[in-house]
Structures are given as structure tokens and as C-alpha cells.
């Protein structure tokens, strides 16, 4: 089954500077990566997702990157704020079956 | 905007009990799951179910879990003789259909946290 893996495990960066999150999947059939935001106590939240048929998209401060190839997918966050201090989940899906499984996660500390 | 509510938002059992955990999906939503969080880890794939039936389970979603869908809105989990590892953030997630598969856009509940003494 899928297996995804995520890096770093935890992130400081300064206000203003950018974050990046790395993600790995082991199934090529995977079609369908979303990344999701969770703060303290409260339900993940989509913040923005990609299809294996683009290989990047944008979304204000907010972009991700697709390598089919090498199944790297990535999330870049710019300007970062200290309200952008959360965990950030990547995940992965095969939409045949009915399955997202989420990476570990990525505790993201925006110091001001 | 719709939301997909769950209910309770948090419950204490003791260990052996069972419990129910509901959830109502967003109305025309049609894939439904349950996924688990136990404190400060990740978010874990529990089940899903289509068309009033399970399509997936993980081999955490043992003989012990079961899911139900009594009526036209209510989703529930029902977990037998907990056991104190059981203790975890439970949440509930619908998505819409794509073309002819599932889009994968899951919107959460706001869970329900059960703490097994």
C-alpha cells in the first residue's frame, strides 16, 4: 500500500523568510496530493492540492510541486507569518481506491 | 458553507466499553471516512465507505471497529471493548465525487475525542 514520508519533522523559520516541506510516495498509481494545515486542537484543513497532471501550482504565498518521476512532491510557502505556524500534512491518493494516507507531519514555527 | 459535524466532541469510556461516535457528512457528499489522530502524531487512515459498503480499511480497522450508515445522514463508528490505546482525536471526513471516482478533497469534522480510563 502507500507509504508517505515527509521532511523535515520540524521547521523554524524567521518572519518574512520561506518554508519548504519535502514529501516522498511509494505508489506510482498515486494521483492525487493535497496538504493540509493543522493548528493546535483543530480539524486538518486543506490548503492546497495538485494532479499528477500538472507539475506545479500556485496559490498566493502558498505553491506545490509534483515529481512524478522521482515521486517528490513539495510545498513552498513564502513570506512566511506567524499565523502560518502549524503542522503541515502532505498525503497522497490513488483515486481508484478510496484511501488518502498522510505523512507524518511537519510542526512549521514562524518566529517573529 | 457546509461542514461535516461530529458528535461527541469528546467522550470518556472506561476500558471494555463500547462506544459510537457520530458524524454528519456534508449532504452531497458521497465518500465517507474515519480517520484517527492519537495526541501530537500523524493522522491515520481508518476506513472509507461508498455506496453502503466499506471500499477500504486499514489493519488498524480490526474486528473491533465497525461503521454504520442507519439513515440518510448520520455515519458512525462504533468501537467494541476499548482498550486504553484507543484514546485518540476520532475525526470524520466526507469528499465528493469526480468523474467517475472519488476527488479525494476530504473535509474534516472537528472530531471526537475519546479518552478510554
Known amino acids: 500500500g502507500e507509504n508517505v514520508e515527509q521532511h523535515p519533522s520540524t521547521l523554524s523559520v524567521q518572519e518574512g523568510d520561506s518554508a519548504v516541506i519535502k514529501c516522498t510516495y511509494s505508489?506510482?498509481?498515486?494521483?492525487?496530493f493535497p496538504w493540509y494545515k493543522q493548528e493546535l486542537g483543530k480539524r486538518p484543513q486543506l490548503i492546497i492540492d495538485?494532479?499528477?497532471?500538472?507539475g506545479e501550482k500556485k496559490d498566493q504565498r502558498i505553491a506545490v510541486t509534483l515529481n512524478k518521476t522521482a515521486k517528490h512532491f513539495s510545498l513552498h510557502i513564502t513570506e512566511t507569518q506567524p499565523e502560518d505556524s502549524a503542522v503541515y500534512f502532505c498525503?497522497?491518493?490513488?483515486?481508484?481506491?478510496?484511501?488518502?494516507?498522510f505523512g507524518p507531519g511537519t510542526s512549521l514555527s514562524v518566529i517573529p | 458553507e457546509p461542514e461535516v459535524t461530529q458528535t461527541p466532541s469528546h467522550q470518556v469510556t472506561q476500558m471494555g466499553q463500547e462506544v459510537i461516535l457520530r458524524c454528519v457528512p456534508i449532504s452531497n457528499h458521497l465518500y465517507f471516512y474515519w480517520y484517527r489522530q492519537i495526541l501530537g502524531q500523524k493522522v491515520e487512515f481508518l476506513v472509507s465507505?461508498?455506496?453502503?459498503?466499506?471500499?477500504?480499511k486499514s489493519e488498524i480497522f480490526d474486528d473491533q471497529f465497525s461503521v454504520e450508515r442507519p439513515d440518510g445522514s448520520n455515519f458512525t463508528l462504533k468501537i467494541r471493548s476499548t482498550k486504553l490505546e484507543d484514546s485518540a482525536m476520532y475525526f470524520c471526513?466526507?469528499?465528493?465525487?469526480?468523474?467517475?471516482?472519488?476527488?479525494?478533497?476530504?473535509?474534516f469534522g472537528e472530531g471526537s475525542r475519546l479518552t478510554v480510563l
Open positions: 471526513a466526507s469528499s465528493l465525487p469526480g468523474q467517475g471516482t472519488n476527488t479525494g478533497e476530504l473535509f
Open positions: 505508489d506510482s498509481a498515486s494521483n492525487y
Open positions: 465507505f461508498y455506496n453502503n459498503e466499506i471500499s477500504e
Open positions: 498525503a497522497a491518493l490513488e483515486t481508484s481506491y478510496d484511501k488518502v494516507i
Open positions: 495538485i494532479r499528477s497532471n500538472v
